[in-house]
Nanobody, 118 residues
Framework: QVQLAESGGGLVQAGGSLRLSCAASGRTLNSYAMGWFRQAPGKQRELVADITSGGTTYYTRSVRGRFTISRDNAENTVYLQMNSLKTEDTAVYYC????????????WGQGTQVTVSS
């Protein structure tokens, strides 16, 4: 079992930055790919970014060039650096771990709220 705990959410003005962290316990993350998802009110959950155990990254188009996913295997932590935030980035952000293919996640965190004000 892998337990995931997100932190770093909050309220920020448009154009600002936040860094989200996802700390894992129970197992090392070395062999897992990790993803960040978000869900805004009334919308479906969407995959924002993903990083494989080898460091290959994926970003949804709306965040490319603004968000950066990274991982520190020694700290068993994954990060999402979010720059140039927009009001449409407002959502609950979740991290997730997968052993399988992109989109097939096995473990989820509880989420952290990100609110971007205009």
């Amino acid at each position: 079992q892998v337990q995931l705990a997100e932190s770093g959410g909050g309220l920020v003005q448009a154009g600002g930055s936040l860094r989200l962290s996802c700390a894992a316990s129970g197992r090392t993350l070395n062999s897992y790919a990790m993803g960040w998802f978000r869900q805004a009110p009334g919308k479906q959950r969407e995959l924002v970014a993903d990083i494989t155990s080898g460091g290959t990254t994926y970003y949804t188009r709306s965040v490319r060039g603004r968000f950066t996913i990274s991982r520190d295997n020694a700290e068993n932590t994954v990060y999402l650096q979010m720059n140039s935030l927009k009001t449409e980035d407002t959502a609950v952000y979740y991290c997730a771990a997968r052993r399988g293919s992109l989109g097939d996640y096995d473990y989820w965190g509880q989420g952290t709220q990100v609110t971007v004000s205009s």
